[in-house]
């Protein structure tokens, strides 16, 4: 995107967030604390949640995904996709450029939708400074591959964390973001380092990590990593990886549906939001296997007919929204 383009979303999304500042200071500010992700608010509240995932950056398609009431967010797949951080940035200002009405209608500054995304590597492999450049460009939530083990959930809790000031009333896990950025958020610097924490382990965070597990040894592993402070969720996609983990070639082998049901079981347990990819087929089970983060599937150029019916599923299901 050259200058010229750029210049004219800046001041779109500078006039947009003037006006949400403007309806925030008056004095009907008594009202109950309000994520700025719409993610963790709906969980919070005991909701379901709506998403897609998208490889497409451009302005056209954050247009289209922008103030869309059937979607809480949008992750960005840059696993199998280019790793693009200057156009990631720019989808993110697209959204919230394009919400500028949402923001002066609403008269706050949450996310509509939420942006979350993907990297290359796996748990295993260094990523700390990939999701710090993810989260100073202003993303809710982080999915990591390939989460095998506690230790690796507790190194990125610890990388997704602001370090602590010694007035935090959770100091541990501690975290190791020095200079915290909030990207597009809208908010000031203090406000940006209370919020950008990891939710439910900081009760006001609005950062989301939600490993994804997707070897046998996840699975194994499943209860350790849903007990680490900081985890907000798993993330189980459509199954692919897991079916290649277990030598298989269909996420729909009883091997692999075993594994799932493993984990679900783990999150109905220990009361943590689970999902993934659905489709209009499985929608059903998996909201009653217990699925709370439904994922529409691919959604490049706007919303698909096959999102569309994936989500009528899903609410026909009984889906709380």
């Known amino acids: 995107m050259g200058p010229s383009l750029r210049r004219p979303v800046r001041l779109l999304l500078a006039a947009g967030l003037s006006v949400a500042a403007l309806l925030l200071s008056a004095p ?13 608010e709906k969980l919070a509240e005991g909701r379901h949640v709506f998403g897609v995932s998208t490889s497409d ?54 996310a509509h939708p939420a942006v979350f995304a993907r990297f290359p590597p796996y748990g295993r492999e260094q990523t700390e400074w990939m999701v710090k450049h993810a989260l100073d460009i202003g993303l809710m939530g982080i999915l990591i591959n390939n989460i095998e083990t506690v230790e690796q959930a507790e190194n990125i ?18 975290g190791i973001r020095g200079t915290v950025v ?29 490993p994804m597990i997707e070897t046998q040894v996840g699975v194994e592993n499943a209860d350790a990593i849903a007990q680490v402070p900081g985890v907000g969720g ?8 897991l079916s290649a983990a277990y030598g298989v070639e269909s996420a729909e082998h ?14 109905r347990a220990r009361d943590l939001a689970c999902g993934g990819t659905v489709n209009p087929d499985n929608a059903a089970r ?22 569309a019916a994936t989500r009528d599923a899903v609410v026909a299901a009984g889906a709380a929204r």
Not at 28 to 40: G, I, K, M, R, S
């Open 57 to 110: 950056l451009s302005l056209q398609n954050a247009r289209s995904l922008a103030r869309v009431p059937d979607i809480d967010y949008v992750y960005v797949d840059m696993e199998h996709n280019p790793l693009r951080f200057d156009a990631l940035e720019q989808f993110v200002a697209f959204l919230t450029a394009a919400d500028k009405a949402g923001i002066a209608a609403r008269g706050n500054l949450q």
């Open 286 to 307: 998996r909201l009653a296997q217990g699925y709370r983060i439904f994922n529409f599937g691919g959604a490049n150029g706007g919303l698909t007919a096959g999102n």
């Open 234 to 241: 798993f993330y189980l996609g459509a199954g692919g990886d």
């Open 254 to 267: 009883p091997d692999v549906e075993a594994a799932f049901e493993q984990i679900l079981a783990v999150c």
């Open 28 to 40: 009907a500010a008594q009202e109950p604390y309000l994520h700025l992700n719409p993610v963790v």
């Open 157 to 174: 809790v610890e990388t997704i964390r602001p370090r602590q000031l010694r007035t935090s009333a959770i100091p541990h896990p501690p």
């Open 182 to 210: 909030c990207g597009f958020w809208g908010v000031t610097r203090a406000e940006c380092r209370r919020r950008a924490d990891l939710w439910p382990l900081n009760p006001q965070g609005d950062l989301l990590f939600w």
